[in-house]
């Protein structure tokens, strides 16, 4: 079945560096989104990518959806502790979308 | 104010016992979800419904069950033969089924069992 993987699966940096995380899946998606869950918290949707290729900026975030449509990354520049918590990316060619494992980042202030 | 609604938010079950966590949404969304996570395992789907009255298994059904009686109501209950229920469970909603759906969560119901 479909599989959806993320790395890296956890993520420390110092407050003010850059962090990544990669999604990356077994089968062609037709669309891709990112949530974001607080520590303590529940997911929240960031954003949906739909065309190969397409990247979206949301101030210090940068989405990118690959040309393939199979895999995505989340860029944050300069971090800040705000940026604490886990990333999922989720993607579906189907009518059940499926949840990476998530990247979890912790900024050191 | 609208969104979705999870109760209790902390339940703690003896072993053996059945528990229902509740889930309502006032989003008039069609889909329902419930989620299981546990600790660096991400989400894992247990039960959706695209529609009243409707419900399909997700990846790890076993031990529990759902009902979708109501467009706004997707409770979920936790079985005895779920032999290790302490989890975060989420409950969610979307406008409609799948991909290009956006899926809106609750804030969760911690469960131990004690």
């Known amino acids: 079945g479909q599989q959806v993987m993320q790395i890296p699966q956890y993520q420390h940096v110092q407050e003010g560096e850059d962090f990544t995380t990669y999604c990356n899946s077994s089968?062609?998606?037709?669309?891709i989104q990112w949530y974001k869950q607080r520590p303590g918290g529940h997911p929240v949707f960031l954003i949906q990518?739909?065309?190969?290729?397409e990247v979206k900026k949301q101030k210090r975030l940068t989405f990118q959806f690959g040309e393939a449509k199979k895999n995505s990354s989340l860029h944050i520049t300069a971090t800040q502790t705000t940026d604490v918590g886990t990333y999922f990316c989720?993607?579906?060619?189907?009518?059940?979308?499926?949840f990476g494992k998530g990247t979890l980042l912790t900024v050191n202030p | 104010d609208g969104g979705i609604t999870q109760s209790p938010k902390y339940l703690f079950r003896k072993e053996g016992q059945n528990v229902t966590l509740s889930c309502e949404q006032n989003?008039?969304?069609?889909?329902m979800y419930w989620y299981r996570q546990d600790p660096g395992q991400g989400l894992r789907l247990i039960y959706y419904?695209?529609?009243?009255?409707?419900?399909q298994k997700g990846d790890i059904a076993e031990g529990y069950s759902v009902s979708r009686e109501k467009k706004e109501s997707f409770p979920l209950t936790v079985t005895s033969a779920q032999k290790n229920p302490t989890a975060f469970y989420l409950c969610?909603?979307?406008?409609?089924?799948?991909?290009?759906?956006?899926?809106?969560f609750g804030e969760g119901s911690w469960l131990t069992v004690v």
């Open positions: 969610a909603s979307s406008p409609g089924q799948g991909a290009g759906n956006t899926i809106y």
């Open positions: 089968t062609t998606l037709s669309n």
């Open positions: 990518l739909v065309k190969s290729g």
């Open positions: 989720t993607g579906g060619s189907n009518y059940k979308l499926t």
């Open positions: 989003l008039n969304h069609d889909a």
């Open positions: 419904s695209q529609i009243v009255n409707d419900f």
